[in-house]
Nanobody, 123 residues
Framework: QVQLVESGGGLVQPGGSLRLSCAASGFTFGTYDMSWVRQAPGKEGEFVAAIGRSGDTYYADSGRFTISRDNAKNTVYLQMNSLKPEDTGVYYC???????????????????WGQGTQVTVSA
């Protein structure tokens, strides 16, 4: 079955960096769009970044985060730099099969989800 397993979260000081990974299995990874969505305490989910099957990308807040994928390893990454306390939350990896060529920025369009990894930015 489809599995998405996130890792790489943790506690980091403001200004620090983290690299999140999401290992996928159970589907043809290279044909899926992938995304990262975060859930901050007491807030709705927030779309962070997405990468299409062709490598096109979208960022909700450009400049500090970089999404990438390694189709040979069935893994998507989120490099996060210059972290701020407001980046704190649970980061979820999500997958969506699409043939439209349009990279969705809507979390509801993504049908497969991981269990999340906690990121805490605090001094």
């Amino acid at each position: 079955q489809v599995q998405l397993v996130e890792s790489g979260g943790g506690l980091v000081q403001p200004g620090g960096s983290l690299r999140l990974s999401c290992a996928a299995s159970g589907f043809t990874f290279g044909t899926y769009d992938m995304s990262w969505v975060r859930q901050a305490p007491g807030k709705e989910g927030e779309f962070v970044a997405a990468i299409g099957r062709s490598g096109d990308t979208y960022y909700a807040d450009s400049g500090r985060f970089t999404i990438s994928r390694d189709n040979a390893k069935n893994t998507v990454y989120l490099q996060m730099n210059s972290l701020k306390p407001e980046d704190t939350g649970v980061y979820y990896c999500a997958a969506r099969y699409s043939t439209s060529g349009i990279l969705s920025r809507e979390a509801n369009d993504y049908v497969h989800w991981g269990q999340g990894t906690q990121v805490t930015v605090s001094a």
